[in-house]
């Protein structure tokens, strides 16, 4: 093409300009479809394998930590509003402390060698997870729907706290049985997963499941699992 021949150069900025308006269109279609794909996202019921065993391990213990820690924060809170006869509503510099109690438990409950990660629900109910693990993302997003499921329910029925963040809609105390809620519910598909790559054919539990010396048999290590969701289960649900 001769760029000095002007008679070019309209055709040109028109097919610049169809590229354009398809580049927005198709741009604009992805966001939409990403953000609402990304909210609450279906997990697959079985993602964990034989291999996955001693992340599965860790990820319950940190679960366990950081769900008696909520669990514990949220009966003091309520608690304290008994006493004060009103509810603490939530509060930024409180969660912030609570997050970082939590923190410390989870660190200290976290084996060394094992993959974990994180994840987090922003204020647009839109969830990410952040992991190495394709099983521990799948237990991260569990986690993640609960508070997703409560911010869209928030959202819909008006109830928005500042900045449209639903947490400040609830009480303090109410957002950490949320927390609890969500833990619950990654403890149970994590046990699940155990219990499923532990039967996997060729899966030694001895061998994988064992992280210090001295046997455990696959019947202890499910017993011991059993007894702590139990004793989790009870202190959830206030029996203790
Ligand atoms: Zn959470």
Redesign the pocket.
């Known amino acids: 093409m001769d760029w000095r021949d002007r008679s070019g150069v309209a055709p040109l900025f028109l097919i610049l300009v169809g590229v354009l308006v398809v580049v927005v269109v198709i741009g604009g279609v992805s966001y939409v479809v990403y953000k609402d794909a990304r909210s609450i996202v279906p997990v697959p019921p079985v993602a964990c394998h034989c291999p996955d065993i001693p992340d599965i391990r860790n990820r319950i213990a940190e679960a366990s930590a950081a769900a008696a820690r909520y669990g514990q924060m949220a009966a003091d809170i309520e608690a304290a509003d008994a006493t004060a006869g009103k509810p603490t509503m939530f509060g930024e510099e409180r969660w912030k402390a609570g997050e970082a109690a939590v923190q410390v438990e989870v660190n200290a409950a976290h084996v060394q060698g094992t993959r974990s990660g994180n994840?987090r629900t922003d204020t647009a109910c839109v969830t990410t997870v952040e992991s190495a693990s394709p099983c521990i993302r799948a237990s991260l997003q569990t986690?993640?729907n609960v508070?997703a499921a409560s911010c869209q329910a928030s959202k819909k029925s008006g109830r928005t706290g500042t900045y449209g963040d639903y947490k400040a809609s609830m009480t303090m105390a109410a957002y950490w049985r949320e927390?609890v809620a969500?833990?619950s519910e990654e403890l149970k598909y994590l046990s699940d997963n155990l219990a499923q790559a532990m039967a996997e054919a060729g899966c030694d539990p001895v061998v994988k499941v064992e992280t210090y010396p001295g046997r455990e048999k696959k019947e202890d290590v499910r017993e011991r699992l059993v007894g702590a969701w139990r004793r989790l289960s009870a202190y959830v649900s206030g029996a203790r």
């Open positions: 994840g986690h993640e508070h927390e969500a833990y």
